[in-house]
């Protein structure tokens, strides 16, 4: 069993605003990053470190983060937002570690 | 442009070897910490090993270590898997990832292959 832990399910309206959380121990020391993926393709890396976007990410992906709790925002989901989103950070033993996995739905 | 290839995967009987192959291109590939990472049918993503940037260090899950080897050859711009010993529980698609080396306390892969898929089946 993973030792982050993601909701499997989250729904929005379109336009409107969805929080995807990510729990763990681990999180409390490391940063998370957050990936999205879409059916048949390769995990894309959207956040990363406090709240950093790499180039091409919209900015209506943000993270944050408090306590043992990390979290991916989308502020205003469009409907090519859909897909699966995993967090990602360390074990307890230092080694790079993934959540379950969240899929988002966009009503 | 920034881009990395893998290609070895295949359908081996259980008990059996691969090597899967990662070429990147498009960066500096000497220096970054490389990742295989894989994705078992409708799973989630798992890490399997990383590599430092001059091969110094190396690190394995629990699921595979002492089966699995990872390698790098940065002459040729290329990462390696050695799996031996697989099981049917390695079927997955596996990715090479570059780790964007944001810093000590951030993993980040930045950079990820299209996967090739390997499976395990008599």
């Known amino acids: 069993s993973s030792e982050l832990t993601q909701d499997p399910a989250v729904s929005v309206a379109l336009g409107q605003t969805v929080r995807i959380t990510c729990q763990g121990d681990?999180?409390?020391?490391?940063?998370a990053s957050w990936y999205q993926q879409k059916p048949g393709q390769a995990p894309v890396l959207v956040i990363y470190?406090?709240?950093n976007r790499p180039s091409g990410i919209p900015d209506r992906f943000s993270g944050s983060s408090s306590g043992n709790t990390a979290s991916l925002t989308i502020t205003g989901a469009q409907a090519e937002d859909e897909a699966d989103y995993y967090c990602?950070?360390?074990?307890?033993?230092?080694?790079?570690?993934f959540g379950g996995g969240t899929k988002l739905t966009v009503l | 442009q920034v881009q990395l290839v893998e290609s070895g995967g295949g359908l081996v009987k259980p008990g059996g070897s691969l090597r899967l192959s990662c070429a990147a291109s498009?960066?500096?590939?000497?220096?970054?910490?490389m990742s295989w990472i894989r994705q078992a049918p409708g799973k989630g993503l798992e890490w399997v090993s990383y590599?430092?940037?001059?091969?110094?260090?190396?690190n394995y899950a629990d699921s595979v270590k002492g089966r699995f080897t990872i390698s790098r050859d940065n002459a040729k711009n290329s990462l390696y898997l050695q799996m031996n010993s697989l099981r049917a529980e390695d079927t997955a698609v596996y990715y090479c990832?570059?780790?964007?080396?944001?810093?000590?306390?951030?993993?980040?892969?930045?950079?990820w292959g299209q996967g090739t898929m390997v499976t395990v089946s008599s």
């Open positions: 990832a570059r780790d964007a080396g944001a810093g000590p306390i951030i993993d980040a892969f930045d950079i």
């Open positions: 498009g960066f500096t590939f000497r220096d970054y910490y």
């Open positions: 590599i430092s940037s001059s091969s110094r260090y190396t």
């Open positions: 681990s999180l409390r020391t490391y940063y």
């Open positions: 470190g406090k709240n």
């Open positions: 990602n950070s360390r074990d307890s033993s230092g080694n790079p570690v």
